[in-house]
């Protein structure tokens, strides 16, 4: 049994007892980093010596807390000092950060220790985590399918082992979906109640930072420990921080539950269906009572995403241009030359394609038709969220449409690939908190996710009913085998 298997509490009591050090759990990842990652290629970067060092300084000093001493992964979207940092594009190949995204210093603090950084989808863009200029991370439950995107190097370290918990960042989906087809827990938080202070952007009024772990439980350790307003991020939230592990009760006697037609309905194949009615029928069984109801809106989520999405992108990656860091063209014959061969040579097709999609949706002309009417749009999906979530405690119905796909298999038909997100993207829009959890298998072996859906700022309600499903279900106990 891998110590990772134990959860963040019981690891710490191993720690208090003296039956277990915290260079051993440093060792212990970077062992099975060795062992499996030259399969899964969860792992951009490792920062070995530097880990092992700050596990001999933890040691010494004998901080305490429930993430301390914990290694941990982080997307490679979210800077670290001194640890070089790519968004898994040959643009940033050899970007060394000089200084720490305010996540990497909360957590920090906490006392993790951070032992590398993780593939993605380049720049967070793509469902499969096939988009990376370094590497295809495979999914550790079948190594042909993927792992989701495009925080699937975040997924697929915690559910290979090589990590028991990881960071990823989410923006119409990118923790949740991977999450789901990795089987295991993930979180995107309300917007704004993390700081976005260090994560290299890619759509600003979207991407949320969260937690990816095995359980509800450290899950909701981690996300407490990386909330809260900062002066460095002026979209965060002013909402203090609270204790959401002690809302784990495993009570939701009366709670009711909103299930949208919209995500029972056409594309979600009928294993994911028949998983999320038997979810349905525990939290029945635990004294919570569901209805059918109607997210009229959602229909619109993906077109009206990748057209605010792209247009986002088109703005924040006008940055990379050769000239400050980063990768720079050879051969430019003058500035405007070394700005189009930079990003020529640079960015890979995916974000090519979005940027071209966001400039032309924002340009003359095309505005008002486009990006306006996008954001209307934005405001009618929003309202469908709190009006539902007035008269229910969360929405529920499930990750994924369908189970994690073949590599290679839809990564030429990008219509097809966005929408993998559909269920995911509305929650972005509406920025509210949503988290998937383990719910079930499908036929081939592969893990399904049920997606739950609070109030804004009301993760302790979405937690409180991941972990009570959690408590009555056995899926998250189960393992891949490597």
């Known amino acids: 049994m891998s110590l990772f298997d134990h959860k963040l509490t019981e690891i710490q009591s191993m720690i208090e007892k003296k039956e277990v050090s915290i260079p051993d759990l440093v060792d212990e990842s970077f062992k099975r980093i060795a062992a499996v990652d030259g399969e899964v290629k969860a792992f951009i970067t490792l920062d070995?010596?530097?880990?092992?060092?700050?596990?001999?300084?933890?040691?010494?000093?004998?901080?305490?807390?429930?993430?301390?001493?914990?290694?941990?992964?982080?997307?490679?979207n979210i800077v670290t000092k001194g640890l070089r940092t790519t968004a898994a594009s040959q643009i940033l190949f050899n970007f060394d950060p000089i200084?720490?995204?305010?996540?990497?210093?909360?957590?920090?603090?906490?006392?993790?220790?951070?032992?590398?950084?993780?593939?993605m989808d380049e720049f967070a863009?793509?469902?499969?985590?096939?988009?990376?200029?370094?590497?295809?991370?495979?999914?550790?439950?079948?190594?042909?399918?993927?792992?989701?995107?495009?925080?699937?190097?975040?997924?697929?370290?915690?559910?290979?082992?090589?990590?028991?918990?990881?960071?990823?960042?989410?923006?119409?989906?990118?923790?949740?979906?991977?999450?789901?087809?990795?089987?295991?827990?993930?979180?995107?938080?309300?917007?704004?109640?993390?700081?976005?202070?260090?994560?290299?952007?890619?759509?600003?009024?979207?991407?949320?930072?969260g937690p990816i772990t095995r359980n509800v439980e450290d899950?909701?350790?981690?996300?407490?420990?990386i909330v809260g307003a900062d002066p460095q991020d002026s979209t965060s939230a002013n909402v203090p921080a609270e204790n959401f592990a002690a809302g784990l009760t495993g009570d939701v006697k009366g709670l009711r539950i909103a299930v949208p037609k919209e995500y029972l309905g056409e594309g979600v194949s009928e294993e994911v269906r028949q998983s999320v009615l038997d979810a349905l029928k525990v939290l029945e069984g635990l004294g919570a009572t569901w209805e059918e109801v109607s997210l009229p809106h959602s229909k619109y989520g993906v077109a009206t995403y990748y057209l605010l999405a792209s247009s986002e992108a088109s703005s924040n990656l006008a940055r990379f241009d050769g000239i400050r860091y980063g990768y720079r063209a050879e051969g430019a014959e003058n500035l405007i030359d070394l700005y189009k061969k930079t990003r020529a040579e640079g960015f890979g097709d995916e974000v090519k394609r979005r940027i071209m999609l966001g400039t032309f949706a924002l340009s003359s002309g095309y505005y008002d038709a486009y990006y306006k009417k996008a954001q209307q749009v934005r405001?009618?999906?929003?309202?469908?969220?709190?009006?539902?979530?007035?008269?229910?405690?969360?929405?529920?119905?499930?990750?994924?449409?369908?189970?994690?796909f073949k590599i290679g298999e839809i990564i030429d038909d990008p219509l097809t690939m966005y929408a993998n997100d559909i269920l995911t993207i509305p929650v972005n829009l509406a920025g509210v908190p949503g988290i998937s959890v383990p719910c079930g298998f499908a036929e081939n072996g592969l893990p399904?996710?049920?997606?739950?859906?609070?109030?804004?700022?009301?993760?302790?309600?979405?937690?409180?009913?991941?972990?009570?499903?959690?408590?009555?279900?056995?899926?998250?106990?189960e393992k891949p085998e490597l």
């Open 219 to 225: 899950n909701a350790h981690l996300l407490e420990a």
């Open 48 to 76: 070995e010596e530097r880990a092992r060092k700050q596990a001999e300084d933890a040691q010494a000093t004998g901080k305490t807390g429930v993430l301390s001493g914990i290694p941990i992964g982080v997307k490679d």
């Open 379 to 404: 405001t009618l999906i929003k309202k469908d969220f709190e009006d539902v979530l007035e008269s229910y405690d969360v929405i529920i119905g499930p990750t994924t449409p369908t189970p994690a």
């Open 125 to 209: 863009m793509g469902s499969s985590t096939e988009n990376s200029s370094f590497q295809k991370t495979r999914n550790p439950w079948n190594l042909n399918h993927v792992p989701g995107g495009s925080s699937g190097g975040s997924a697929a370290s915690v559910a290979a082992g090589e990590v028991p918990f990881s960071l990823g960042s989410d923006t119409g989906g990118s923790i949740r979906q991977p999450a789901s087809f990795c089987g295991v827990v993930g979180m995107k938080p309300t917007y704004g109640r993390v700081s976005r202070f260090g994560l290299i952007a890619f759509a600003s009024s979207l991407d949320q930072i």
């Open 99 to 119: 200084y720490d995204a305010t996540v990497v210093n909360k957590l920090r603090e906490a006392g993790t220790i951070t032992v590398g950084k993780l593939n």
């Open 448 to 477: 399904l996710g049920l997606q739950i859906i609070g109030r804004h700022f009301d993760e302790k309600t979405v937690y409180r009913v991941a972990h009570a499903y959690e408590q009555a279900t056995d899926f998250h106990k």
